[in-house]
């Protein structure tokens, strides 16, 4: 694997007989438990719980709540979840959909009203990415409730403890993270116009006016209290309680549209996961608002492909991957919203049939554009932390968390010490899309936790961060050790690839281009034959997210793995 060192050269990593060039090290192998997340400590935590008779769900909401102190670049209370949850005693995967809802107070009329008078009157494209219009009700307290009545071992007040001392008494910031946390509050610099209120942010999350520097001890007592409160009074007390009240008084004296009602009304739901068969292993998905179907779209569509035998390193593999992401994107940029408010064709878009239809249009020697069109489906009625946790019982659990773009909105209510997400960025102001921005509706979410079952049993729970790249992720990891034999650790080592362009349910890549980067690693030959075929190649220079797997094995032994692209650790006993 080829890395940047100082002086712009290339490195090229050590040898590991016997394994990929790009492998970085072994998986972890364990029998009692594994926990794999990204941030060393809140790993350590996770194991903590486990070893103190706390399932998999007590170690992953433990380990959740940490990660919202330690990587708030990505995550925290002011964020929505999503879970699946392998259940050994009824030998059965269960999904659960923590995602808040727009304020039911506001139409869309209002909204766009609101948003013209702030540009100067220009009718708005697009819900800005900052400030109080972004804001949607925080999910992931009401999640942590649901997984911990249903599959807990332990009282919340003992899962909580960990992240409430570390706030309190502070902990190191790891590298990745620290530079996150540095470009987003740029980022926030730069959106200034849009935020109503940045002065408690600053207060919160910088440390005599800058933000945290790799290894510097950061405190947060103001989140400390706050996780106290709700480690004592449970979901209550976020949702209908003191912290409930602080956001509406908050809300209220920026004039920002969230109310005590929005708080209140919240409930996280359980579904059913939705699943496609993928060369013998069952790949399982949350159905939408995410958009977890379209990995189920793309693995139909290459399961008409050869990509054993095409090989890693070869444009026909790589061509025949993005090509299935531009068709299964461009439905998604078409048919996905919130189902309670619109038709998904859920069952229509991972049909097998419909995707023989759609990889039918792959030309092998031509690239297609970014903006393919979208099929026609049948219709039935009906920044970003991911982390993965296995107990010796064999329960497993696959969490993803986020506040959506970085650290969310921009805004901390007062004293509260986290930062209200910024999902409703993602509405599209389109009345006539699924996607449209609509009182009480939960917006179109990026945020994908993945599970794999082969012959009816937990095989691997796993997940990749970023975005619109966690469906091109997922499925490359996938084929990576279905496909090619790869070990679990090392299939997240290979390069990726990330194709940007087409249509976005929110509108966020309307004017992306239409651009196939690679990694550093794929060969001179393979880029240029994709160029040949009409690919815009560009090496390097954009994110490809963030990767975190257990596997299990027949024997019942874990092996877990995660991303050395951030500061994570996978760890068992």
């Known amino acids: 694997m080829t890395a940047l060192v100082a002086g712009g050269g290339v490195a090229v990593a050590g040898d590991r007989p016997g394994f990929p060039a790009f492998s970085s090290r072994s998986p972890v192998i364990a029998a009692q438990g594994a926990a794999a997340t990204s941030q060393p400590l809140v790993t350590q935590v996770a194991l903590d719980v486990l070893k103190a008779g706390g399932s998999a769900v007590d170690a992953a909401i433990a380990a959740d709540a940490a990660l919202g102190l330690m990587e708030p670049t990505g995550s925290g209370i002011g964020g929505d979840l999503f879970a699946l949850v392998w259940d050994p005693r009824t030998q059965k995967l269960y999904g659960l959909n923590a995602s808040g809802t727009a304020p039911r107070g506001q139409t869309l009329a209002q909204l766009k009203a609101k948003l013209k008078a702030r540009n100067g009157g220009v009718e708005p ?122 956001i509406d008084a908050y809300m209220k004296r920026i ?70 992401k531009k068709l299964a994107f461009a439905d998604r940029g078409r048919y996905l919203g919130d189902p309670a408010m619109a038709q998904v064709p859920i069952k229509g878009l991972i049909d097998k049939a419909y995707a023989a239809q759609r990889r039918a249009l792959i030309d092998m020697r031509h690239a297609a554009p970014a903006e393919v069109d979208p099929g026609k489906p049948i219709f039935e009625r009906t920044d970003t932390v991911y982390l993965t946790v296995a107990d010796k019982d064999g329960m497993m659990v696959s969490l993803i968390q986020s506040n959506y773009a970085g650290m969310g909105s921009g805004l901390v209510p007062d004293g509260l010490g986290f930062m209200l997400q910024n999902r409703g960025a993602q509405f599209n102001l389109d009345a006539s899309h699924p996607n449209a921005y609509a009182p009480g509706k939960r917006p179109f979410h990026t945020i994908i936790p993945g599970f794999v079952t082969k012959d009816g049993k937990p095989w691997m729970s796993f997940g990749v961060m970023g975005g619109a790249m966690q469906p091109q992720g997922q499925v490359q990891v996938l084929s990576n050790i279905i496909d090619l034999g790869m070990d679990v650790q090392s299939a997240g080592d290979a390069p990726r690839w990330r194709h ?31 160029q040949r075929r009409g690919h815009v190649v560009k090496i390097g220079g954009e994110d490809v997210g963030g990767y975190q797997a257990i596997l299990r094995a027949e024997n019942g032994v874990y092996w877990a793995a995660s991303e050395m692209r951030k500061d994570g650790q996978a760890a068992g006993y």
């Open 255 to 324: 004039k920002g549209p969230l109310r005590y009602a929005d708080f209140a009304s919240f409930k996280p739901e359980w579904v059913e996961p939705v699943s496609t068969n993928y060369r013998g292993y069952d790949v399982w998905q949350i159905p939408a608002n995410t958009q977890g179907i379209i990995v189920l779209e793309m693995l139909n569509i290459l399961e008409g492909f050869d990509l054993k035998a095409m090989g890693f390193d070869s444009a026909d593999r790589l061509h025949v991957m993005a090509e299935a």
């Open 125 to 246: 494209k697009t819900v800005p990415v900052a400030g109080s219009f972004s804001v949607t009700v925080p999910g992931a307290v009401g999640g942590w409730f649901a997984l911990n009545e249903r599959f807990g071992k332990l009282p919340m007040e003992e899962v909580l403890s960990p992240a409430i001392g570390y706030a309190r008494d502070g902990f190191p910031v790891s590298p990745v993270i620290a530079d996150l946390w540095a470009m987003n509050f740029r980022r926030f610099g730069k959106n200034a116009a849009m935020i109503e209120e940045r002065g408690n942010a600053a207060a919160t999350y910088m440390i005599d006016g800058h933000t945290p520097k790799a290894g510097e001890i950061f405190r947060n007592p103001d989140l400390a209290e706050t996780l106290n409160l709700i480690a004592q009074g449970g979901a209550d007390a976020f949702y209908r309680g003191p912290v409930a009240r602080t």
């Open 500 to 530: 940007i362009g087409g249509p976005d349910p929110g509108n966020a890549e309307e004017s992306a281009p239409n651009t196939l980067f690679l990694e550093h690693g794929f060969s001179p030959a393979t880029i240029a034959e994709l």
